[in-house]
């Protein structure tokens, strides 16, 4: 029990000493350290087409497909929208130039150089290593 204080005071500080190093907010911080952020699915919830009855219902579907052996191919919906041509797939949006002047070798280089730095100055382990932006918090790769 007085180790896991111990622990547990030790990650404090240095969640403190990295928000005041860097002009973060500590609720920033704490939000995904603590893991009180959403995931992927919950931030983006408002973004979905299909509700979760109709996704449901979708997958079940599916499942039933791979059950009879007729599991859709990766490919099944390009055939699906070649013989529906009244349904039109959204444009993607492009890319803003701006965006990519930021995004270079050199760029990504020193970011991970300095995060590297700055994760073994607070100890830092990689499993406490979050995507975030502005929809939410994403835990792990992907």
Not at 6 to 14: A, C, G, N, P, Y
Not at 98 to 110: A, I, L, R, S
């Amino acid at each position: 029990m007085v180790k896991s204080k111990q622990l547990h005071q030790t990650q404090q500080e240095k969640v403190q000493k990295a928000c005041v190093k860097y002009g973060v907010p500590k609720s920033t911080l704490c939000g995904c350290f603590y893991d009180v952020c959403p995931t992927t699915s919950e931030a983006h919830k408002h973004q979905q087409l299909l509700s979760e009855n109709q996704e449901k219902v979708l997958v079940d579907w599916i499942k039933h497909l791979d059950v009879c052996q007729r599991t859709p191919s990766k490919n099944w919906i390009y055939h699906f929208l070649k013989q529906n041509p009244s349904i039109k797939l959204g444009q993607p949006s492009g890319f803003d130039p701006k965006q990519g002047w930021c995004f270079n070798q050199t760029t990504v280089e020193d970011h991970f150089k300095l995060l590297g730095e700055i994760m073994e100055e607070l100890g830092i382990p990689w499993g406490n290593v979050y995507n975030m932006d502005e929809k939410g918090c994403q835990w792990g790769g992907g």
